[in-house]
């Protein structure tokens, strides 16, 4: 099966310059979703590693997916976090239509961050061409 593979790299000083910016709550309403925001709280506030992490997983999505130069609403693409740990992409709106459309069938996500920086990798398996498996996005 084919499939297709994003990466990004964000710098954690650059996701807390922009939460400390006079338009922090504005940006964390763009770019995250309430369960994201939520996921990234901790004793000591909102954690600029774990909001620059899902920030290359929605950068990196976006790579995955045919968007061309259609700007697309970040928070289409939410990362969710199980209980046990591990991490998957949820997609909704016009980024399900585009998966949906290019013939996703599953996507893969991997975050790591420490020393300040944050990657993230995606990996879409996109549906051969005469299959017509199941897509779920």
């Known amino acids: ?3 297709r593979v994003g990466i990004d790299l964000v710098a954690a000083d650059a996701v807390q310059e922009s939460l400390r910016a006079a338009h922090g709550e504005r940006y964390l309403e ?5 369960r ?6 901790t004793a000591a506030g909102i954690d600029p590693e ?4 899902r920030f290359a997983a929605k950068e990196a999505t976006l790579k995955v997916l045919p968007a061309g130069d259609e700007g697309l609403a970040l928070t289409a693409i939410e990362v969710r976090r199980e209980p046990s740990g591990r991490v998957n992409v949820q997609l909704s709106g016009r980024a ?3 998966a949906t459309d290019a013939g ?9 961050h420490e020393a300040g920086l944050a990657a993230a990798v995606v990996v ?6 005469g299959d017509a498996g199941p897509q779920a996005v």
């Not at 763009?30 to 309430?34: G, K, L, P, S």
């Not at 996703?104 to 790591?112: A, D, G, I, Q, Y």
């Not at 879409?124 to 061409?129: D, L, M, P, T």
Request: include cysteine.
């Open 104 to 112: 996703v069938v599953e996507l893969s996500l991997s975050l790591t």
């Open 50 to 53: 774990r909001l620059a992490a």
């Open 1 to 3: 099966m084919p499939i």
């Open 36 to 41: 994201e925001i939520d996921d990234c709280r």
């Open 96 to 98: 399900a239509e585009l």
């Open 124 to 129: 879409a398996e996109i549906r051969a061409a």
């Open 30 to 34: 763009r770019v995250y979703t309430d």
